[in-house]
């Protein structure tokens, strides 16, 4: 089974937080892998275009399965990833959200899925998510931070 773990505290009310993640048409602006997301059937099933590296693209689809406003979104990928991709908000101490992204997947990737995945430099799978779940914790703080937002307006 693989299991990865992030979280990041952002200045930001959770519910602002959670709106923003749970309208999947976002994900691109802040995901190193995703391109583009869109709505199927809005709040419930949705396809994603991804890529690692120039040449590995894929499409996937998926279906939310857990959608608590302020607290919690998550969705299910279809096959052949399967993948449990779940978000979660809380009050964090000293102020703020504590956004935590995870993944869970029960099933091995097949092995077309991990030659490409090692063709595009993304050998260790579980590095690689670690990587880009921490990427897009920062890019979902850039968006909502004061102090992020002025820096990057300074630059």
């Known amino acids: 089974m693989l299991e990865v773990v992030v979280s990041r505290v952002i200045d930001a009310p959770r519910e602002q937080l959670w709106a923003f993640i749970s309208d999947m048409t976002h994900m691109g602006e802040i995901s190193p892998e995703n391109r583009k997301t869109a709505?199927?059937?809005?709040?419930?099933?949705?396809?994603?275009?991804?890529?690692?590296?120039?040449?590995?693209?894929?499409?996937?689809?998926?279906?939310?399965?857990?959608?608590?406003?302020?607290?919690?979104?998550?969705?299910?990928?279809?096959?052949?990833?399967?993948?449990?991709?779940?978000?979660?908000?809380a009050d964090a101490e000293g102020g703020g959200t504590r956004v935590t992204e995870s993944i869970r997947k029960h099933t091995k990737q097949i092995r077309p899925v991990v030659l490409l995945q090692d063709m595009a430099g993304a050998t260790d799978r579980s590095d690689h998510l670690r990587d880009g779940m921490r990427t897009t914790l920062e890019r979902l703080a850039a968006k909502f931070e004061p102090s992020t937002r002025l820096a990057d307006q300074k630059a």
């Open 39 to 89: 709505w199927i059937e809005p709040g419930r099933r949705f396809v994603g275009r991804n890529h690692i590296g120039p040449l590995y693209r894929w499409s996937m689809t998926g279906t939310v399965t857990e959608n608590v406003p302020g607290k919690v979104f998550a969705f299910l990928t279809d096959s052949p990833s399967e993948s449990h991709w779940r978000y979660t908000f």
